[in-house]
Structure formats: structure tokens, C-alpha cells
């Protein structure tokens, strides 16, 4: 028999082998992520980019980055803008036109800093790729957080799902930050789940290089962690956005005077409204629309409000649908939502796929997914002017999602956080 000191040391052997083991496959996790990534960009620049570049989006945010990091120049200044207008366009803007000024805040730039010093046919690929990967990260941090198994014929239908959703193929096409604020707080949801508070907290700071996806999902997630004692993710949120916004002031002491500038004059130039304004301005005339427009916002945010509050002592599981509504208020009401910010619709979309496979209800899933894809595409295809998406299209979603949420919430059996 052995002793019991080498029954001890044979534990520990094991312990180091399984601990070597994990390390050796996060490593080739980690490899062959990037061999992933650097095929897809090169996949994407030699079928694309090379020949006909785009991602307009994009280059406004890399022109800016490259304005401050490479020349010194403030990115929100008159001469950037023309610098940028005369890349996109050949020409300066006309009035009636998108100014395609650096209409962010100032540490969006660090997204795109390392891009800079590649010619822009490298570094739109290279950001395209980073889009992909960024979403499909996030989908399956949703996934995992909502408990819904990844056998290989469910991993391949949410894959293909997410990157057939029509506001992640416009996003990635434009090359909208939208879906990097995404990817930050998907994951960032994820390492609250698994206990990752400072990681989680970094990560929501980050989705702030683009505003509007996190003006309520981001007070939402904080105040849930502090009341439920993850006070390290208020805390790390806090500080890496005290320390973006610092360091930017450092690089351009005017920068927020500057921003909010800029997004005055982005309303005038671009004066289409939240979703729920466009849903209103298509049905009701004048006065009336803003009338309908102002009281469905205030009551979608009151309701907000109270599903937030009724939920904040569940579980971080059972939290998931009230952030699902949140993200899905936001979409409809929080400023200029365009279509690749409703990319935030995933959230409660896979909460309820979460629900319904926990329900063993997988024609309601089926049916509900192919609704969720083929429905803008559709519309989209109609309705097609040129180039230019119809505004009809910025509703869809949303409003789709409303009523799916109001079926859910008065009659389907739910889970504690689908409570209103």
C-alpha cells in the first residue's frame, strides 16, 4: 500500500498535469485564433479591399487616429474633416451632405491606433476581420451565459445566424464601432458570470468608444453589480473610463467641447432620429408623431426603470432578460440609432432562445430565428433606393422585438427575470 505522503504527492502531480493541460490549450486556443483572424483578413483584403474600399464608418474614425497619432493634429479640427471628406468623397461635402466628421469621443481613436500606419486597404481588412471575430465572440458569450448548449449543429446555426443578422452585415460593411461596443459588453457579461469582475468592468468602460449602444446598458449592468456586492466591476469601470477620458484631455485638452460640437452639428446634417421617432413620423402626421414619440419613450424608460428595480436582487441568469429589455429600449429610443446599433438585439433574443430551448420549444426558436433574419432582408431588398437603405428598415427590428417581448411578458411561461 502506499503511503500516505506519496498518495499526496501523486494529488499534486495531478493537479500540476491539469493545470499544465489547461494552459497548453488556452495557448492553442489562443494560436489558432490568430491564425483565424490573419486568414480572414487576408481573405477579406484580397477579395475586397485591395480593389474597393469602403467601410466608411471606419475611415472617419482611422483618418482622426492618424490626424493624432501620426501628425499631431486634433481630430474634431476643420482641417481633419476636409482631410477626410476629400478621401472619402474626392471633394469637399456638400451641406445637405454627411460631413463624415471624427464625431466620437476622443479615445475611439485608441481602437484604431494600431491600424494607423497601414495604408487603408490593410487596415480596413484588418478592422472588417476584427468585426467578424468581435461578433461572434459575443454571440457565443450570450450563449453561454444564457445556458444554451453549443453541440456542433447548434454552434454552426448560431455562427451562421449571427452573421447572416442583418445589422451585423451592415455593421461589419461599414465598419461601425458599433459592433466592437457590442463585443465589450457581451463578454463583458460574460466575466461577471464567471466571477471575472475587473476583466467585466474594463470591458463595459471599452464599449463606451461608441455611446449610444450603452447609455442605459451600461448604468444598468453597474448598478446591479453594486447592489449585488460585485463592486470590482463599478470600480474597474470607473477607472479605465476615468483613465480614457484623462489621457484624452492630455491629447486634446478641448476634446469634449470639441465632441459635443460635433454632434450638434452631426444632428443637423443627419436629422433622423431614434426608430420609435421614424415608426411615428410613417404613421402620424406632424405635431402628432412627436406628441406619440416623446410619451413612448418616457414610458419605455419608466419601464425600464421598474424591471431593472423589481429584478436587481436575481441572479445574474435570471438579470439576463431584464438586460435583454434594456437593450432593446435602447434601440428604440436612445438618440440616432441606426441599424448596425441594433446589433444590441441579440441580447434578448438570446435570452429568449435561452428560455425556449430550457422549455424544449424548438419550433419557436426555429421560426422566431428565421423571422429575425429574413425580415429586414426582405424589406431591405424591396424597398432598396440605389445604394441608400430605406428608413423603413431602422424600425423593423425593434419593433419586431417589442412585440415578441410583449408576448413573451403576458403569456408565454418565463423565467423570474422576464417579470414585469
Given at each position: 500500500?502506499?503511503?500516505?505522503?506519496?498518495?499526496?504527492?501523486?494529488?499534486?502531480?495531478?493537479?500540476?498535469?491539469?493545470?499544465?493541460?489547461?494552459?497548453?490549450?488556452?495557448?492553442?486556443?489562443?494560436?489558432?485564433?490568430?491564425?483565424?483572424?490573419?486568414?480572414?483578413?487576408?481573405?477579406?483584403?484580397?477579395?475586397?479591399?485591395?480593389?474597393?474600399?469602403?467601410?466608411?464608418?471606419?475611415?472617419?474614425?482611422?483618418?482622426?487616429?492618424?490626424?493624432?497619432?501620426?501628425?499631431?493634429?486634433?481630430?474634431?479640427?476643420?482641417?481633419?474633416?476636409?482631410?477626410?471628406?476629400?478621401?472619402?468623397?474626392?471633394r469637399l461635402a456638400r451641406p445637405d451632405e454627411d460631413q463624415v466628421a471624427f464625431a466620437y469621443p476622443l479615445f475611439a481613436a485608441y481602437i484604431a491606433a494600431p491600424l494607423v500606419l497601414l495604408p487603408y486597404p490593410m487596415a480596413q481588412a484588418l478592422w472588417m476581420a476584427l468585426l467578424v471575430v468581435g461578433v461572434v465572440a459575443g454571440a457565443l458569450a450570450l450563449a453561454k451565459v444564457n445556458q444554451i448548449p453549443l453541440p456542433p449543429g447548434t454552434l454552426a446555426f448560431v455562427l451562421l445566424g449571427v452573421l447572416l443578422f442583418y445589422p451585423t452585415?451592415?455593421?461589419?460593411?461599414?465598419?461601425?464601432?458599433?459592433?466592437?461596443?457590442?463585443?465589450?459588453?457581451?463578454?463583458?457579461?460574460?466575466?461577471?458570470?464567471?466571477?471575472?469582475?475587473?476583466?467585466?468592468?474594463?470591458?463595459?468602460?471599452?464599449?463606451?468608444?461608441?455611446?449610444?449602444?450603452?447609455?442605459?446598458?451600461?448604468?444598468?449592468?453597474?448598478?446591479?453589480?453594486?447592489?449585488?456586492?460585485?463592486?470590482?466591476?463599478?470600480?474597474?469601470?470607473?477607472?479605465?473610463?476615468?483613465?480614457?477620458?484623462?489621457?484624452?484631455?492630455?491629447?486634446?485638452?478641448?476634446?469634449?467641447?470639441?465632441?459635443?460640437?460635433?454632434?450638434?452639428?452631426?444632428?443637423?446634417?443627419?436629422?433622423?432620429?431614434?426608430?420609435?421617432?421614424?415608426?411615428?413620423?410613417?404613421?402620424?402626421?406632424?405635431?402628432?408623431?412627436?406628441?406619440?414619440?416623446?410619451?413612448?419613450?418616457?414610458?419605455?424608460?419608466?419601464?425600464?426603470?421598474?424591471?431593472?428595480?423589481?429584478?436587481?436582487?436575481?441572479?445574474?441568469?435570471?438579470?439576463?432578460?431584464?438586460?435583454?429589455?434594456?437593450?432593446?429600449?435602447?434601440?428604440?429610443?436612445?438618440?440616432?440609432?441606426?441599424?448596425?446599433?441594433?446589433?444590441?438585439?441579440?441580447?434578448?433574443?438570446?435570452?429568449?432562445?435561452?428560455?425556449?430551448?430550457?422549455?424544449?420549444?424548438?419550433?419557436?426558436?426555429?421560426?422566431?430565428?428565421?423571422?429575425?433574419?429574413?425580415?429586414?432582408?426582405?424589406?431591405?431588398?424591396?424597398?432598396?433606393?440605389?445604394?441608400?437603405?430605406?428608413?423603413?428598415?431602422?424600425?423593423?427590428?425593434?419593433?419586431?422585438?417589442?412585440?415578441?417581448?410583449?408576448?413573451?411578458?403576458?403569456?408565454?411561461?418565463?423565467?423570474?427575470?422576464?417579470?414585469?
Open positions: 500500500m502506499r503511503s500516505m505522503s506519496s498518495d499526496n504527492v501523486y494529488a499534486k502531480e495531478l493537479v500540476v498535469k491539469g493545470e499544465s493541460r489547461r494552459v497548453w490549450m488556452w495557448i492553442t486556443a489562443a494560436i489558432g485564433l490568430v491564425v483565424l483572424y490573419a486568414a480572414l483578413a487576408f481573405g477579406i483584403y484580397s477579395g475586397l479591399t485591395r480593389t474597393a474600399q469602403g467601410a466608411n464608418d471606419f475611415y472617419s474614425r482611422w483618418m482622426g487616429a492618424r490626424a493624432l497619432f501620426v501628425n499631431g493634429q486634433n481630430p474634431y479640427s476643420d482641417a481633419v474633416t476636409r482631410d477626410i471628406q476629400m478621401g472619402m468623397y474626392g452585415v451592415r455593421g461589419i460593411m461599414l465598419g461601425q464601432y458599433a459592433l466592437v461596443s457590442f463585443a465589450c459588453v457581451a463578454i463583458g457579461i460574460l466575466m461577471i458570470a464567471e466571477g471575472r469582475e475587473t476583466s467585466a468592468g474594463v470591458l463595459l468602460a471599452l464599449a463606451a468608444v461608441k455611446p449610444q449602444p450603452i447609455v442605459l446598458l451600461l448604468p444598468v449592468i453597474l448598478m446591479w453589480a453594486w447592489w449585488n456586492r460585485k463592486r470590482s466591476v463599478v470600480w474597474s469601470a470607473f477607472g479605465t473610463l476615468g483613465l480614457l477620458v484623462i489621457s484624452s484631455f492630455l491629447l486634446v485638452p478641448t476634446w469634449v467641447s470639441d465632441f459635443l460640437a460635433g454632434l450638434g452639428n452631426y444632428a443637423r446634417y443627419a436629422p433622423v432620429g431614434p426608430p420609435l421617432e421614424t415608426f411615428f413620423t410613417l404613421l402620424l402626421p406632424g405635431v402628432w408623431a412627436s406628441v406619440f414619440t416623446w410619451g413612448a419613450s418616457a414610458a419605455l424608460l419608466m419601464w425600464a426603470g421598474v424591471v431593472t428595480w423589481r429584478t436587481r436582487n436575481y441572479t445574474w441568469y435570471e438579470f439576463q432578460p431584464t438586460l435583454g429589455f434594456v437593450a432593446l429600449v435602447t434601440t428604440l429610443a436612445a438618440g440616432r440609432i441606426g441599424t448596425p446599433d441594433q446589433v444590441l438585439l441579440l441580447l434578448p433574443w438570446m435570452a429568449w432562445f435561452g428560455v425556449w430551448r430550457a422549455q424544449g420549444t424548438p419550433v419557436v426558436t426555429i421560426l422566431c430565428a428565421a423571422a429575425l433574419l429574413a425580415i429586414p432582408w426582405f424589406v431591405f431588398l424591396r424597398l432598396l433606393e440605389g445604394n441608400r437603405e430605406a428608413i423603413v428598415v431602422t424600425t423593423l427590428l425593434p419593433v419586431l422585438t417589442l412585440g415578441v417581448y410583449l408576448i413573451v411578458t403576458l403569456f408565454a411561461a418565463r423565467p423570474r427575470g422576464l417579470a414585469t
